[in-house]
């Protein structure tokens, strides 16, 4: 990678860590999502377990994923079913904050311009910019995954004495489907930041991109559908060749008169 590229690379990520209001954002969501939620579900789980709802959700499962206690089973219906969902929404909305930013931020601070006199050709400005993003996401959501392990599984041993391996799942999401998805979000951003004309009009698009993830994490929830590491392996497949189709199109695209279009 050339000097200038990671100098764009170092520049927006400081920008985002700069700024107290965007920091919040993408810290705050994941705790909620990572963190607080699976904590109410764990405290629920060992304080109401004749709930309705609970002995609902319990005999959707397969026998599969039943564990010795009423307990066990749904503390690991969520660590290894529902919470891996989450983890296909965090990429989206973290690359929604820094990427929708990254042109039209340009613009809208007046260094644009600046920007294209550096000595790198539009394409490698373009992919300097998705590529602090994604990375951006990325360290995001491991940092999310590592705080949801040590809070969920210290909670799990405390209330029930014991402790939940996470299954494979959680390898297929880290390592293949959530990286994708992320590539598509940031890919799609990125390129709309460029002829948006404001900050909003650029985060629209992110709206429509965590829609199917929403729906996905409502079938983890209702038991309509639970991700397995089969069906995880496909859906990361298919995500990873859109990925790249997407990057790859983007890029032959992108134009200066694209960036200066006002």
Known sequence: MKSAMLAIVKKDLRSVTANKRLLSTLLIVPLVLTVILPSAFVLAIHFAPDDPDIQKLFELLPRSAKAESLEQTVAGLVLNYI?????????????????????????????LETLLYCPLSVKQIFRSKVLAAFLLSMLVSLASFGAMLLVLE???????????????????????????????????????????RSMEESQQGAVFLILPVILLVAGQFTGILLLNAWILLGLGAVCALLAWLLLKKSMGRFTYEMLLKQ
């Open 154 to 196: 210290a909670e799990i041993f405390f209330l029930m004495g014991t402790l939940l391996l996470p299954g494979i799942n959680w390898l297929i999401v880290l390592l293949l489907v959530s990286p994708a998805i992320s590539l598509i979000a940031v890919t799609l951003i990125v390129r709309g930041s460029a002829k948006a």
């Open 83 to 111: 919470l891996p969902a989450f983890f296909l929404m965090i990429p989206i909305m973290t690359a929604s904050v820094m990427a929708a930013s990254s042109f039209v931020g340009e613009k809208e601070k007046h260094t």
